[in-house]
């Protein structure tokens, strides 16, 4: 199973309209304003690099911005919005994101070769390590210039800037003063709770009023689960210890209401983590080996190759490192005898 934290980040902002309530949170308000949120739509957060390997995203999503020119007229830009939830603040951070930014860019030229504007991307990091405060938000600052180069190389150096959502930096109140879904910041509140050393008892007292709020609103129950599911797995106790206490502090109502979706939806995921884990890991091993075999025999690969290949399962690896032990060329490793495309999936 992955890291809870990311995966309660990503299962809640999964859905666009949980998304965009976020960043409507963490964007300054003059460029939310421009920002189409209806138009929201997630992307794959999948990357194949131009130049070999694999990148992957928390999230990603794109929308239309909308403002007028200098002239008056109305100019709608594309933007790419990247959440990314980190549990412990890291100078490196910005450069992972970075390279987020450069899978875009990459992305977006081969979508649309004609495209002269690089694509607006946006990095909006959310942070509830234990400590306050973010090392930085500015590249310019990873540099480590004094005050004798900085005012000499700054204009001249790659510069790069993230949004941040710093949730150790912010008090209980301020979170739940937020406009948004319940179930939103029930979530945020969760994360920035767990980083505060509480015993699981305490959490769920605190997180109460959250619960409640989140039951209240349409959908709120699936968010509630996510987030009892999320707290047994950062405290690692089982199930039958988890609805004692959900008696104990929500009280019996809220435990006859949440726990047999809570055993059901634990065990799933407990399953499919195991599951998917083991079956992704196969396939990214079959696919590395496979794109290192077919480079060492047939030279450089196109982009598109390249994400064939990682996009397929174990039986269709299997089977393209079957046909390259005769193949005359790469077009025959990837030819379907049935009659389909071949390298490039045409």
Do not use: K
């Not at 690099?49 to 403002?67: A, I, K, M, N, S």
């Not at 006859?256 to 983590?273: I, V």
Request: charged share 25%; proline share 6%.
């Amino acid at each position: 199973m992955g890291d809870p934290h990311d995966e309660l980040f990503r299962r809640t902002l999964s859905e666009p309209r949980t998304a965009a309530a976020w960043l409507c949170q963490v964007l300054p308000e003059g460029l939310s304003a421009l920002i189409d949120w209806a138009a929201l739509t997630r992307l794959p957060d999948t990357f194949v690099r131009e130049h070999g390997g694999v990148l992957r995203t928390d999230l990603l999503f794109r929308t239309v911005l909308t403002y007028p020119s200098p002239t008056g007229a109305e100019v709608q830009r594309p933007i790419y919005l990247i959440p990314e939830h980190v549990s412990t603040a890291r100078r490196r951070t910005l450069v992972q994101a970075l390279g987020y930014v450069l899978a875009v860019f990459e992305a977006h030229r081969r979508e649309q070769p004609g495209d002269r504007d690089l694509p607006l991307v946006l990095v909006v990091v959310c942070h509830h390590g234990r400590t306050r405060g973010f090392p930085t938000v500015d590249l310019l600052d990873l540099y480590g210039l004094d005050e004798v180069l900085r005012p000499l190389l700054a204009p001249y150096l790659p510069q790069f800037r993230v949004l941040l959502d710093d949730l150790a930096g912010q008090s209980r109140a301020s979170l739940e003063r937020r406009e948004g879904p319940a179930a939103l910041i029930l979530v945020l509140r969760a994360l920035q709770e767990h980083r505060r050393g509480r015993d699981l008892r305490s959490t769920l007292v605190a997180l109460r009023p959250g619960f409640d709020a989140a039951r209240q609103e349409e959908g709120g129950t699936e968010a509630l689960v996510a987030v009892l599911i999320y707290l047994a797995q950062v405290w690692d106790v089982p199930p039958v210890t988890m609805r004692r206490l959900v008696a104990e502090v929500l009280g019996p109502d809220a435990e006859n209401a949440m726990t047999s979706t809570y055993d059901q939806l634990l065990a799933q995921g407990r399953a499919e983590g195991r599951a998917e884990g083991r079956a992704e890991g196969r396939a990214e091993g079959s696919a590395l080996l496979l794109l290192g075999q077919l480079e060492a025999r047939f030279g450089a690969l196109e982009a598109t190759v390249r994400e064939r290949v990682l996009a397929a399962d174990v039986e269709q690896l299997h089977s393209w490192a079957i046909r390259m032990l005769d193949a005359r060329d790469l077009a025959s490793v990837f030819d379907d005898p049935a009659g389909g495309g071949g390298a490039n999936g045409a």
